[in-house]
């Protein structure tokens, strides 16, 4: 299989890159995590001008059709920059689980950036983000799918990923058992892409610390301890950056290893991130603590999406029940 993504793909992350970088992300972040909104939705339409909401919208609703490895080439940088939203519950999870409902026409919306959905799906992710600022609600049920409101906020380890307890508000529509479990992969592959972009960005701005801060005359960078610790960042990222592609060409050929590798990719990213937040924090010393430094956006977020949509132990025990049933059709 390769893994390497297309031309067209990395000219697509560049261009989100661009605009991304210009724009004042963090600043935003932590307007959205105030309350404030406008920062986030003036980004949320730039980047639908580029085409990120309609990215796996199907093209008679007006989006793009594109595939799971576009969808991951977008949420890595969505991840790198710490843009707020709920980004992967539209882009990723919603078209999935509203084509061919009562909710279908939603999808012109979504692919155009006018319409933002939360969706709360218990147990992988119980409460809906951004319920406040989204323009509809839905809780997933089993293969059930129902409108919903929000009754209470809760406060998330990331400021900026405002949670909300949602309920039923209407008669609920059953769906297939192929769209949810789409769906939810998808979200799951999203949420992988973001870690290695969170993780990435970690990687980089503590390599950019340790080269400029000086300690007993010489700059930190030079001990070989930290050099150590920052190599073994670059080789988990190294190693969780293709599962996720991996994963992301399996659901796209709908093979029978799809959800395998989708729960191996997310076990994989959240361990890279989780490692670059741990390293970022101990080579930043005590400035890594402060909410003040950007810093503290990542790995907030990291330790945030490692639980979403699906914990690690979750995952390890789908790899784990898809190896037992390949063992048993084996010894057949």
Do not use: N
């Amino acid at each position: 299989m390769r893994f390497a993504i297309s031309a067209e793909q990395r000219s697509f992350g560049q261009a989100l890159t661009g605009l991304l970088t210009a724009a004042d992300v963090p600043a935003a972040t932590r307007a959205w995590a105030a309350g404030d909104d406008a920062p986030g939705l003036r980004l949320w339409g730039q980047l639908a001008e580029l085409g990120v909401t309609a990215l796996v919208v199907p093209e008679e609703s007006g989006g793009i059709d594109g595939t799971p490895l576009d969808l991951a080439v977008a949420f890595e940088c969505l991840g790198h920059h710490g843009v707020p939203g709920p980004w992967i519950e539209s882009v990723a999870l919603a078209p999935s689980l509203l084509a061919g409902t009562k909710h279908h026409e939603l999808l012109a919306d979504l692919a155009d950036g006018t319409a933002r959905v939360t969706i709360a799906a218990a147990p992988l992710t119980p409460y809906a983000l951004d319920a406040g600022s989204a323009t509809h609600a839905f809780v997933l049920d089993g293969d059930a799918l129902s409108a919903a409101r929000a009754t209470s906020e809760l406060t998330s380890v990331d400021r900026s990923r405002r949670l909300h307890v949602v309920e039923a508000d209407g008669p609920s529509e059953i769906l297939a058992d192929t769209a949810v479990a789409r769906g939810l992969d998808l979200a799951a592959l999203a949420c992988s892409a973001s870690l290695v972009g969170a993780g990435e960005r970690l990687l980089r701005d503590s390599v950019t610390y340790v080269g400029q801060r000086r300690q007993f005359g010489r700059v930190i960078g030079e001990y070989q301890a930290l050099k150590h610790a920052l190599a073994d960042v670059r080789v988990a990222l190294d190693f969780a950056r293709p599962l996720v592609h991996g994963a992301a060409r399996g659901l796209e050929s709908g093979g029978d290893d799809a959800t395998r590798d989708v729960s191996a990719a997310k076990v994989a990213a959240t361990d890279a991130a989780t490692l670059a937040a741990r390293t970022a924090l101990q080579v930043h010393g005590a400035i890594g603590y402060t909410m003040e430094h950007d810093l503290s956006i990542w790995i907030l977020r990291v330790r945030a999406l490692a639980g979403a949509w699906g914990t690690t132990s979750h995952h390890r025990g789908r790899v784990l029940d898809h190896l037992m049933r390949s063992a048993a059709c084996t010894s057949d």
